[in-house]
């Protein structure tokens, strides 16, 4: 039997063998359809046809409607039962034909082939356009996702926080990129890192690598992946300095402790060696030499010049060593990091007008980026890791004034900072 869909003259020839009485099974045997094909056309396409008393409310097909104290329902209760009818319950299934329906105060369902034809053309378009939603579903979405992207959640983050969304992250692209959610003011501009641009030849030729240094030797990156490679435990800490303003900063230190992708940032006033290692100090003092040393055996860092001067750290057993130049990937952990605090602190912004004018203004923007869902963490944050691995947790949070923020209220946008100082 070939499976292909029903047309026009079909459903005609169905309507006429329906009005004779034949049943299904033989219409099916005619239009070489199995049974099933013909009885859910006849079953979902066949049309209520009420009668004047039906039009003005009154029910007069229930079972109860003899011993009903009202003798006429106007409305349905919760005892109603349509009385059956073999004729329309059972085969054929419709009014069609039927002798007795002039006088038959039943509820009456009938096949129109005509009717039926046009529910299939619908139906087969709908089906092939559009997108699975209502109006009224694609709002409430739309609403959710605005509220994470203004926040500066990605889309993963936001279904992350909203188990309820089942639609796939590429589905929920096309429908932002094809303006399904625009009863929301939701475009494609809100969606972080829209636009990547190349860097030109021309441009590309304005970065050379700078000459090695005496201090460089035994410190360059492939001297850390030979030691990496012979200590494989070793636990790394990434760093790095972020700044708009190269003369005037602010200059924010960063820091990645790689086996808990915890971040972590200090700000400073002048980007030169004295404060860059007074940042480390800082870190140790504040966790004591024992607990720095548990989670630091090496520090992987940039060749800036303010950089130069952390051989001191290798007294007390730390390895330091240094990327190659303009490899922002070989320290990539503390780079994707770097990603969500531009959310935040924008390229280009002067960082005071922005709202950052203390220590207390980035431990915001820190505890926000570290309660942050990740996908390579399979939905936890570096907070969740650090809290699953470390006993003491709660004396490391305390002394890096460290704090879980409830996922869904995390915010990676400018004004996390800037409201604070309106």
């Known amino acids: 039997m070939k499976q292909k869909h029903l047309t026009l003259e079909d459903r005609i020839f169905i309507e006429s063998k329906l009005r004779e009485g034949v049943s299904k099974s033989k219409i099916s045997l005619s239009l070489s359809k199995t049974r099933s094909t013909v009885s859910k056309e006849v079953t979902l396409r066949r049309i209520y046809k009420s009668k004047p008393y039906q039009r003005e409310g009154y029910i007069r097909d229930c079972v109860f409607l003899e011993e009903c104290k009202l003798k006429i329902c106007k409305h349905k209760c919760n005892r109603y039962e349509m009385i059956a009818c073999k004729r329309r319950d059972y085969s054929p299934g419709v009014c069609n034909g039927c002798t007795s329906y002039k006088t038959c105060s039943l509820t009456h369902y009938f096949y129109d082939p005509y009717a039926a034809q046009k529910d299939y053309r619908e139906t087969l378009t709908d089906s092939r356009e559009g997108v699975n939603l209502t109006s009224q579903q694609a709002k409430e979405l739309g609403d959710i996702i605005k509220s994470g992207l203004d926040k500066g959640h990605s889309i993963y983050a936001i279904k992350v926080n909203h188990p309820e969304i089942t639609l796939c992250d590429k589905t929920l ?202 996908k390579d963490l399979f939905n936890k944050s570096p907070i969740d890791l650090l809290m699953f691995f470390y006993g003491d947790y709660q004396s490391i949070m305390e002394k890096l004034s460290l704090v879980s923020i409830d996922k869904d209220k995390v915010v990676l946008k400018p004004y996390l900072i800037s409201k604070k100082h309106k």
């Open 173 to 374: 692209y096309s429908y932002i990129e094809d303006g399904i959610f625009s009863q929301s003011l939701l475009t494609n501009l809100d969606l972080p890192l829209k636009v990547r641009r190349k860097v030109f030849k021309k441009r590309k030729n304005l970065y050379k690598p700078r000459a090695d240094r005496a201090l460089l030797k035994g410190r360059t990156y492939d001297d850390y992946l030979n030691y990496m490679e012979s200590n494989p435990k070793a636990k790394v800490l990434q760093m790095d300095t972020v700044y708009n303003d190269v003369s005037n900063g602010p200059f924010i230190q960063t820091f990645q402790f790689i086996d808990l992708t915890l971040f972590y940032s200090l700000l400073h006033d002048k980007r030169n060696v004295r404060c860059m290692n007074s940042g480390i100090d800082f870190i140790i003092k504040s966790l004591g030499k024992k607990q720095f040393r548990s989670m630091v055996d090496v520090i992987l860092t940039d060749r800036g010049s303010e950089f130069y001067g952390l051989e001191i750290f290798e007294k007390v057993g730390i390895k330091i060593f240094y990327c190659d130049p303009m490899c922002a990937h070989q320290k990539g952990e503390l780079e994707n990091n770097h990603i969500l605090l531009r959310k935040v602190l924008p390229k280009e912004k002067d960082l005071f007008k922005l709202g950052l004018r203390s220590q207390e203004d980035l431990d915001l923007i820190v505890n926000n980026i570290n309660s942050y869902p990740r």
